[in-house]
């Protein structure tokens, strides 16, 4: 079975400044996908960013960056330029590549990111 | 990405009774979830709700308290049935399109049972 832990509970930035939200996972498949998800106080989930396992290369979107460390099953998200409509609940998640038939997100329990004026 | 809709987007329930929440979505979609976000919680996946055959259910959720539909491509019912205060949860749905390992969600339903 997969897991996926996030050891912040809480973090908090100032507004133009970058933060960094860490996640570790552990699996033994050798496809699979990353994700970071926010859910802002609206509750609407919200795709953020997407890694496959078998790319090296670090997703970018926008602001948003993962450093992405296969060997240490390690996955964090970079938001830079920190804005107030960051403020959300970061969730990390993991998926099964393509071969199985269960496409179960796996879930971290969150870190709350709050961006301060 | 598809626009996906979720009615209620929130109700307040007698313990007892059931309530039936829908998601839709605009377009076609290979794969429709339901997922459960119990305050302060993250999210446990209830059923993969499957066109035209019977939901596939996760460890720890049975079909007689989780009743799903999904008679198309589109749309999609969760029934939570004879509720009491534990039901309380948000209850989220998502959908995965020609990329299967990649899931959107809708804007969920806040579910309280009193």
């Known amino acids: 079975a997969q897991t996926v832990t996030q050891s912040q509970p809480e973090m908090s930035v100032q507004e133009a400044e970058t933060v960094t939200l860490s996640c570790t996972y552990d699996?033994?498949?050798?496809?699979?996908?990353l994700f970071w998800y926010k859910q802002p106080p609206s509750r609407q989930m919200i795709l953020v960013i997407r890694?496959?396992?078998?790319?090296?290369q670090n997703a970018t979107e926008n602001r948003f960056s993962v450093n992405f460390q296969k060997a240490a099953k390690s996955f964090s998200l970079k938001i830079s330029d920190s804005q107030l409509g960051d403020t959300a609940m970061y969730f990390c998640a993991f998926i099964r590549g393509s071969g199985g038939s269960n496409y179960k997100l796996t879930f971290g329990k969150g870190t709350l990111l709050t961006v301060n004026p | 990405s598809a626009v996906i809709s979720q009615k209620p987007s929130r109700d307040i329930c007698q313990r007892g009774t059931s309530l039936t929440i829908q998601c839709q979505v605009d377009?076609?979609?290979?794969?429709m979830f339901w997922y459960r976000q119990q305050p302060g919680q993250s999210l446990t996946l209830i059923a993969t709700a499957n066109q035209g055959s019977e939901a596939t259910y996760e460890s720890g959720f049975v079909i007689d308290k989780f009743p799903i539909s999904r008679p198309n491509l589109t749309f999609s019912t969760l029934t939570v049935s004879n509720m009491s205060p534990e039901d309380s949860s948000i209850y989220l749905c998502?959908?995965?399109?020609?990329?299967?390992?990649?899931?959107?969600f809708g804007p969920g339903t806040r579910l309280t049972v009193l």
């Open positions: 998502s959908v995965a399109g020609q990329k299967l390992n990649e899931q959107f």
């Open positions: 890694q496959e396992a078998y790319k090296q």
């Open positions: 699996t033994s498949e050798s496809n699979y996908y």
């Open positions: 377009s076609q979609v290979t794969m």
